[in-house]
C-alpha cells in the first residue's frame, strides 16, 4: 500500500506557507494590539512559497483573503449614505474587480454594481437562500486562518485551500467558518470553490487521487463528537457541485471493518493513513 501510495502521488508538488506580522502604514506605535488577524494596528499576511525547484508552485505574493459569503438582501437606504460608496464596473465586471476596487472592506456585487461598506455594521443584510436579481453578492476578508490544519493543495487545479472563519453582522451564527479557495499560480480567488462548513473542521488534508478534502470535525454547539468529514467538488458536469459528508468515528471505530470498507481502493487508503500521518510526508 505504502508503495501505491507513492505512485499515486508521483506529481505532487510541495510548497511551504508562512504568516508575517506587520505593522499598519498609519498605525500609533504607542498602542500595539497583537493579534491574528487585521485588527487595530497590525495584521497578518499570508504567503505561499516555493520549495521544490521542479515540483512547487511559483514564489507567490501576500494571499488573497476575500471570502465569498453567500448572496444577501441588503438595505442600503436604511444606511448613512457615508457608510457605503458605489462604482459601476465596466472593464472589472467580476466579483474580482469588485472586490479589487473594495480594497480590504466589505464588498457587495451585483453586476454591473459594486458597493463598498466603510461601515458594515451600518447596512443591514438579510441571509437568503439563493441568488436573484435582488440580492447582493457579500465578499469579506476573513478574520482567522486556522492554525490545525496546513493549507491544502489541490494538484490537479493548482488551487490551494484554507480553513478560515469569519465573523459577519446582522447574521446568526455570526462566526462562520469556510473553505477559501485559491488560484496559487496567479494569485486569485477562486469564488466558486468557496464553501460554507457545517462543522468546525481541522487536521485537513487534500486526497491527491480523488476530488476531496478530508478531515476531522465537531460541532460544540450541539454535538462534541468527533467526526470524519470528506468534502468533495465534483467538475464532472458544467455546474460546480460541493458535498460534505460527516461519519462518527465513534461509530466507524466499533462497527467492524466499516472504516476500511468505505475506503477499500488504494488511493482510498492513501487518505485514511494521509489523515493520521503515516504518510504525511509524501
Not at 79 to 95: K, Q
Not at 98 to 107: L, M
Not at 199 to 226: G, H, I, Q
Amino acid at each position: 500500500v505504502a508503495a501505491a501510495c507513492l505512485r499515486a502521488a508521483r506529481s505532487f508538488e510541495v510548497f511551504a506557507e508562512e504568516q508575517i506580522l506587520r505593522l499598519d502604514p498609519d498605525a500609533d506605535l504607542g498602542f500595539v494590539d497583537y493579534n491574528n488577524s487585521r485588527y487595530g494596528t497590525t495584521h497578518v499576511d499570508d504567503y505561499w512559497t516555493k520549495i521544490d525547484i521542479k515540483y512547487s508552485p511559483l514564489d507567490g505574493w501576500s494571499l488573497n483573503k476575500y471570502v465569498r459569503i453567500g448572496c444577501f438582501s441588503v438595505h442600503f437606504t436604511q444606511a448613512d449614505e457615508t457608510s457605503w460608496a458605489e462604482r459601476i464596473l465596466a472593464d472589472s465586471d467580476t466579483p474580482e474587480g469588485c472586490t479589487a476596487w473594495c480594497n480590504g472592506t466589505q464588498a457587495y456585487y451585483r453586476s454591473p454594481m459594486c458597493r463598498c461598506a466603510y461601515n458594515d455594521t451600518d447596512v443591514p443584510i438579510y441571509e437568503r437562500d439563493e441568488c436573484s436579481t435582488t440580492t447582493w453578492e457579500i465578499f469579506r476578508q476573513y478574520d482567522y486562518r486556522s492554525q490545525m490544519s496546513q493549507t491544502a493543495y489541490d494538484v490537479a487545479r493548482r488551487f490551494l485551500y484554507q480553513l478560515v472563519t469569519v465573523r459577519l453582522p446582522h447574521v446568526t451564527p455570526s462566526v462562520r467558518n469556510y473553505i477559501h479557495a485559491l488560484n496559487v499560480f496567479e494569485n486569485r480567488p477562486k469564488f466558486d470553490y468557496d464553501t460554507r462548513l457545517d462543522r468546525v473542521v481541522f487536521n485537513a488534508v487534500w486526497d491527491f487521487k480523488k476530488s476531496r478534502l478530508v478531515a476531522l470535525s465537531w460541532f460544540p454547539e450541539t454535538d462534541a463528537s468527533l467526526y470524519f468529514t470528506v468534502v468533495t467538488f465534483n467538475t464532472s458536469s458544467d455546474i460546480l457541485v460541493v458535498e460534505q459528508t460527516h461519519e462518527p468515528i465513534k461509530l466507524e471505530s466499533v462497527a467492524p471493518e466499516a472504516l476500511v470498507s468505505q475506503t477499500t481502493s488504494v488511493d482510498g487508503m492513501c487518505t485514511v493513513d494521509i489523515l493520521y500521518g503515516t504518510y504525511y510526508s509524501v
